[in-house]
């Protein structure tokens, strides 16, 4: 499995942009599909953006499509997410996660083997 550690979280307000990153380690990242999660207080784990081990194909849920923006480069072991206008309801948690099967976008939480400890993201109204 690979290590993953993000950064980037704070403090946010509404309409504001912020972007994450998330540093590999330890196996052959470009063999990975990426992913990063968020988990609000309260509520389950959910999917927010997921990116081929090659970089050509994504996938969001319709709740930050067109507002985030996964891509990876695949020579710094680095996966960032560019969150563009962003609401009081995307405060969260924010996780970096790695599965191996690098061709397959998939958005479920058990697909994942790899993740990272997560860096907070607080959007003020």
């Known amino acids: 499995q690979v290590q993953l550690e993000e950064s980037g979280g704070g403090l946010m307000q509404a309409g504001g942009s912020l972007r994450l990153s998330c540093l590999a380690s330890?196996?052959?990242?470009?063999?990975?599909?990426m992913a990063w999660f968020r988990q609000a207080p309260g509520k389950e784990r959910e999917f927010v953006a997921g990116i081929s081990w090659g970089g050509s194909r994504t996938n969001y849920p319709d709740s930050v499509k067109g507002r985030f923006t996964i891509s990876r480069d695949n020579a710094k072991n680095a996966v960032y997410l560019q969150m563009n206008s962003l609401k009081p309801e995307d405060t969260a948690v924010y996780y970096c996660a790695a599965s191996q099967e690098g061709w397959r976008l998939t958005s479920s939480m058990a697909d994942f083997g790899s993740w990272g400890q997560g860096t907070q993201v607080t959007v003020s109204s």
């Open positions: 330890g196996r052959t990242f470009s063999n990975y599909a």
